[in-house]
């Protein structure tokens, strides 16, 4: 079976800060990643996506996500982060080897707060 | 803009009162989904059709019934909301062959009195 683990409830970080936001994976082969942003009382938004090749993928609002295979860890990061960045963020993984099955696993959701 | 529409954003409806959520896209994607997610918990998925077939999730209640009358729009009927069923109801939709990314709706939030 597939899993997400983000292991923190909360992230805190100062306007101008890297910010990171962590998600373990659990696949039974080779995963397909997916991060998104839900702000208050909206629908998921896509942000990027790991399926192969560069283990650095770049994404929305400047935001990236590095894959470590080793780690079975897909972080999600941006360089300086902005007010505006305060939400919700939610890690999937796909197991493409499922046969028919799509349904995206999703992690728990990491509230993610910039401070001014 | 290509994207994926929900109506109403807001619904509120009595204890027993038959609902429908209506979800309509703009995408040409193939397969549909209907999300449940409370209280900023993890959206779970309670089905989705990919074309025309209807697959039901097992934990899935009897409950909730859903319709896709073309490949633009689905529809979600509560047959007898409870208090329980009080939640964010989100729609995605994805493509067969573009790993599958799922967009998602602004979602509509039910209130059952």
């Known amino acids: 079976a597939q899993s997400v683990a983000q292991p923190e409830d909360q992230v805190n970080v100062a306007e101008g800060n890297p910010l990171t936001v962590k998600c373990t994976y659990s696949?039974?082969?080779?995963?397909?990643l997916f991060w998104y942003v839900q702000y208050p009382n909206r629908g998921l938004q896509f942000l990027l996506k790991y399926i192969t090749g560069d283990n650095l993928v770049k994404g929305s609002y400047g935001f990236e996500a590095e894959f470590n295979k080793s780690q079975t860890s897909f972080h999600l990061k941006k360089p300086s982060a902005l007010v505006s960045d305060s939400a919700l963020y939610f890690c999937a993984v796909r197991d493409p080897f499922r046969g028919s099955a799509r349904q995206l696993t999703f992690g728990s959701g990491t509230q993610l707060t910039v401070l001014p | 803009d290509a994207m994926v529409i929900q109506n109403p954003r807001y619904q509120v409806t009595q204890f027993g009162k038959p609902v429908t959520l209506s979800c309509s896209q703009t995408l040409n994607h193939n397969v549909m989904y209907w999300y449940q997610q409370k209280s900023s918990q993890a959206p779970k998925l309670l089905f989705h059709?990919?074309?025309?077939?209807?697959?039901n999730e097992a934990d899935t209640p009897d409950n909730f019934q859903s319709r896709r009358p073309n490949t633009s729009f689905c529809f979600l009927d509560i047959r007898s909301p409870g208090l329980g069923d009080a939640a964010m109801y989100l729609c995605?939709?994805?493509?067969?062959?573009?790993?599958?990314?799922?967009?998602f709706g602004p979602g509509t939030r039910l209130l059952v009195l």
């Open positions: 995605a939709t994805s493509r067969t062959g573009e790993q599958e990314t799922q967009y």
């Open positions: 696949v039974s082969g080779n995963p397909y």
């Open positions: 059709y990919y074309d025309k077939d209807f697959n």
